[in-house]
């Protein structure tokens, strides 16, 4: 989507041609250590989504359908699986015409000491890998989101409007913005203040109610950023983090404009529906966003052809449900179910299933995301949980029927929601 209003043919040009002078710089190194034990053996970007996706598998998407295709992505914490993810799934690329996605581990290249100390520090520590692109524009993302986005778009609007930097920003209630980096801007989108969760967030022009929220999603000059990143480098004071230094440092000193998500967002329905961004940081939100999808209209549409999610696929044979008789039947109503799974009778309601999930007979699944690998005993209840890849469920046992056991035995949130991984089954067992 081009911006409105071009009637130069070659300015035109430019803008579509723009994405392949880029380079788009995927952070994929965080724990995210709300997610609980569900990060214990994999990094956050690496944790399972949507049936048969992974969280990065998103940003990945949206730089392919969205023209970008040198791609780096920055890896440090417990990387194994999204590594061995990335080489499995994302390997289609043609370096021969200039095209690839590169994996950038942690590799101590300052000094033998230095791992990446902040999201600044993780770009610093690759410059000389970067500057051998000669990329025109930096495109930096998180790699945690769950979101489309057309960051074709966002570039449009940074080169047109002369910008030094330009933030991604998403519009929240001010009430809910206490947790988020906010941006103050004036009536033209230039950022004139730049508060890291505020106690009361400024409110927008003309809508006082909302505030304008960081994404964590920037577009440099890249000239401009290297030499920022030279000078942020230089600076003891500095955290080397682009929310807590960079962006502040240059709010008075440079043209740094806020750029709204709503008007780079890949719509699942009709224009006017809410903007879909998911930051799925606690096993609450994550619970609730794989649930969403089993919806008969969900807030994110997984089927949409024209922007397409890509991962890795293991060839599996179709999902089977077997049985049909009083005494047992194998049905799922109201969910999804991944390819390798077996129903065998027994009921699965309003749940997400991934790949190679097995549910032998009389069990029941009730508000469950189950993640691959997962084999539910017989007589087994499982209600308003999730259960981590490759966990063995007893037979019998019930979780979601009583609070206080639920807490004893496993992980309860404060929503109600119980994660079972194999070491509390293992605990259990002992």
Known sequence: ???????????????????????????????????????????????????????IDFALSNCINSGFRRVSVMTQYKSHSLLRHLQRGWNFLRGEIG????????????????????????????????????????????????????????????????ADCTVGCIEVPRAQAT????????????????????????????????????????????????????????????SRDFGKDLIPWLVPRAKVLAHHFSDSCVYNRAPGSEPYWRDVGTVDAYWEANLDLCHVSPSLDLYDRNWPIFTYQEQLPPAKFVFDDDNRRGHA?????????????????????????????????????????????????LNRVVVDRGCHIPEGLVVGEDPEEDARR?????????????????????
Not at 115 to 135: C, E, F, M, P, S
Not at 418 to 426: E, G, S
Request: hydrophobic share 40%; net charge neutral; glycine share 8%.
């Open 333 to 381: 109503v109201d969910s999804m179910v991944s390819a390798g799974c077996i129903i065998s009778g027994s009921a699965v309601r309003r749940s997400m299933l991934f790949n190679n999930v097995r549910v032998h007979s009389y069990a029941s699944l009730t508000d469950a995301v189950v993640l691959p690998e997962v084999e539910v005993g017989r007589n087994a209840r």
């Open 410 to 430: 496993f992980h309860r949130t404060e929503g109600g929601v119980v994660l079972i991984t194999r070491d509390m089954l293992a605990r259990l067992a002992g």
């Open 179 to 238: 947790g988020f980096g906010v941006m103050h801007v004036d009536d033209q989108n230039r950022v004139v203040g730049f508060l890291e969760k505020p106690a009361d967030p400024p409110g927008m022009p003309g809508r006082p109610d909302m505030a304008l929220c960081s994404m964590g999603i920037y577009i440099f000059n890249a000239q401009f950023l290297y030499d920022q990143l030279d000078r942020d480098a230089r600076d003891p004071a500095s």
């Open 99 to 162: 095209e690839f996605i590169d994996l950038l581990p942690a590799q101590q290249r300052i000094d033998e000491t230095s791992w990446y100390q902040g999201t600044a520090d993780a770009v610093y520590q690759n410059l000389d890998i970067l500057r051998g692109h000669r990329a025109e524009w930096v495109l930096i993302l998180a790699g945690d989101h769950i979101y489309k986005m057309d960051y074709a778009a966002m570039l449009s609007w940074h080169i047109l409007n002369g």
């Open 1 to 55: 989507m081009l911006p409105q209003g071009i009637t130069d043919p070659r300015l035109d040009q430019e803008l579509r041609q723009a994405p392949r002078h880029a380079i788009a710089l995927v952070l994929a190194g965080g724990r995210g250590s709300r997610l609980r034990q569900l990060t214990d053996r994999r990094a956050k970007p690496a944790v399972h989504f949507g049936g048969k996706f992974r969280i």
